[in-house]
């Protein structure tokens, strides 16, 4: 997950925190037992307090827009969260990689495959699985490698730094590939 990715999500989480939070302290400081407990110098709401009156509410009523932009702004709120929660959802693995000609593209689970398939030949490899994600200019490599119990995880990761993850970089450059290993050992 990108850092602003992260940045991003981290900052919506904490302002619904404390709006939550905010909402939560406002409404039981109006209970009995709540305010009664509360020091004397936090503010309180009163008991008998009405959030919205009848007359309040009716003055409202006579102004005709402030009902469409109420429901604009819930729309647009909503809209945004579902855009947030959709880029949430969505799994960023590269589907296809221009490769600088019109029309000539390199599909992304085809170069997985590849770089499996080279990451599988490795010496003391038992299983490996390659996942590509990222966007054209940003590509990162997740290789995830199950070793056999006698495999000396230093001569296996600089196998598939010289092999697989070179020829990986040479087919995809100019653009960078970021190489992401994750190593486990398969016990006897």
Known sequence: MSGLRTGVNRTALLCLAVALLGAGAVLASATDV????????????????????????????????????????????????????????????????????????????????????RARGIEGVAHARVRLRGGPRRLRARITLVLLPDASPEAVLRCLARQTVAEARAAVSPRPLIADVRLTGRSR
């Not at 009163?46 to 102004?63: I, K, N, Q, Y």
């Not at 709120?77 to 969505?90: D, I, K, N, T, Y």
């Open 34 to 117: 709540v305010r009664d407990r509360l020091p004397s110098d936090v503010p309180r709401l009163g008991s008998d307090r009405v959030w919205v009156d009848g007359e309040e509410l009716g003055r409202w009523r006579d102004h005709g827009w402030w009902t469409p932009v109420v429901i604009a702004a819930l729309s647009v709120g909503v809209l945004l969260f579902l855009g947030w929660a959709w880029a949430q959802v969505r799994d960023g693995r590269l589907r296809e990689l221009p490769l600088g000609q019109p029309d000539v593209t390199l599909s992304g689970p085809a170069l997985a495959a590849a770089m499996t398939e």
